[in-house]
């Protein structure tokens, strides 16, 4: 057993934590069994996907409004031929997002794959073809999230981004929401890749939500609810994970639990337009 997996393992016994966990279990529950997930799941998880791509994408600084992001997942307009980097974070936000739905088979059994092709997803407009779809190499460095403080070198993103491995094939050790709380804050703060690490760590969330059996619709918008408050409190709450110790790591886990629970309000709400057929107007 590697000691990410002891360390959260432990980590229920934080003030706070055990509740949180049950509040999130409650409202992904009442989500599951809304009316719209009866028939209506494949509408209500692709407009899910479309708002967690807009809000992965302010979360980089890439705001742009709902209906072109909504056109470009589903392919109703093109990308632009000459990218900016406005242009090129969407379209990262985006594939990595859509890539979460198909890895989500594969992430409990096989998370070194189900990483690796979501970094090719949102690497791909970001990185060279040699950068993307792997971990930093030996003096490759990272820039990303700086208000984190630096990155580890790039061995030490490598072990770390082994124990994230560790920890979800072990995934029955301690509950969903701590399991997908903790693997997103460890990618986001170990900046395994040398950028779209925080867009893989999303992405990642939400297929671990869904493989695991919190979100098994895969309804809840997790990526909307860390983007509730602003960028700034989600890299507040990460860098409380990353420099803060058991304080900050308790803060980041139940930061997590509101944006999950906050998530499934969204997505709530989303089926509450499938079924009035007013998606377009949320």
């Keep these: 057993m590697s000691d990410l997996v002891r360390a959260v393992e432990s980590l229920q016994s934080l003030p706070g934590v055990a509740q949180a966990v049950e509040d999130v279990r409650e ?9 719209a997930l009866r028939r209506r799941i494949p509408e209500a998880a692709t407009e899910s996907r479309v708002r967690g ?81 792997r971990p930093r190499l030996d003096g490759e460095d990272c820039r ?22 560790e920890l979800v094939v072990e995934h029955d050790k301690a509950p969903a929401l701590l399991i997908a709380a ?49 960028a700034v409190d989600y890299i507040g709450a990460l860098t409380a994970y990353t420099s803060g110790g058991t304080t900050g790591v308790r803060l980041w886990l139940l930061e997590s639990a509101e944006a999950i629970q906050a998530g499934a309000r969204a997505g709530a709400r989303i089926c509450d337009a499938v079924l009035a057929g007013r998606v377009r107007d949320l």
Excluded at 27 to 35: A, D, G, I, K, V
Excluded at 59 to 75: H, K, Q, Y
């Design 27 to 35: 409202s992904c529950t009442q989500l599951r069994w809304h009316p």
């Design 53 to 133: 791509a807009k809000a992965s994408a302010d979360l980089e600084g890439a705001e742009v409004g709902i209906d072109t992001v909504r056109d470009l997942f589903r392919g109703a307009v093109d990308w632009p031929t000459e990218p900016g980097p406005v242009e090129q974070t969407l379209r990262a936000a985006v594939q990595a997002t859509a890539e979460s739905e198909h890895v989500q088979s594969l992430v409990l059994s096989a998370p070194a794959q189900a990483l690796a092709r979501l970094h090719v997803a949102a690497g791909a407009p970001l990185l060279p073809d040699d950068q993307v779809g």
């Design 144 to 165: 990303e999230l700086v208000e984190l403080g630096p990155a580890p070198d790039a061995a030490e993103a490598r072990r770390r981004l082994q124990g994230v491995i």
């Design 182 to 230: 903790v693997v997103h804050a460890e990618i986001a703060s170990a900046r395994p890749f040398v950028r779209g690490n925080a867009l893989v760590a999303r992405a990642f969330e939400r297929a671990l939500l869904q493989a695991g059996g919190l979100d098994p619709t895969g309804v809840v918008v997790a990526e909307a609810g860390h983007a509730r408050k602003s």
